[in-house]
């Protein structure tokens, strides 16, 4: 999918909060870390302009950037990285070869991000 001149929007909201998004739209009532909604479905020639929606859990994020000993900065970038291939169609819950497709390109994505870094995939 080509993703150039695409635009996408940016949440950081709480645990409160991406909980409540999580159980309306996805039906699992707990928070997570981040949420990923695309514009497209794929069964229209049409292409909207705008990629989709990421959203992020400020305070998961947080316990997870310590969990993994890395910066806040650091884990907002995994899971942006996450969120944007999510929207780009990739899907690391459609099995082990998805899974580790989408690994590469978020190391590869990263790398771009973070050059400076030794965080690695999700």
Not at 8 to 31: C, H, M, T, W
């Amino acid at each position: 999918m080509a993703l150039h001149e695409r635009e996408l929007s940016l949440s950081f909201v709480d645990d409160a909060e991406i909980q409540e998004i999580n159980r309306d739209y996805r039906g699992k009532d707990a928070p997570t870390n981040v949420l990923s909604f695309a514009m497209d479905d794929g069964d229209s020639s049409f292409v909207s302009p705008l990629l989709g929606d990421v959203i992020i859990s400020c305070d998961t994020a947080a316990r997870e950037a310590e969990e993994r000993q890395v910066t806040l900065d650091q884990r907002y970038s995994q899971l942006l990285v996450h969120g944007v291939l999510h929207l780009a169609g990739y899907d690391h819950e459609q099995g082990e070869e998805e899974e580790r497709i989408m690994a590469e390109k978020s190391r590869e994505l990263l790398a771009l991000i973070e050059p400076d870094s030794n965080i690695d995939y999700f």
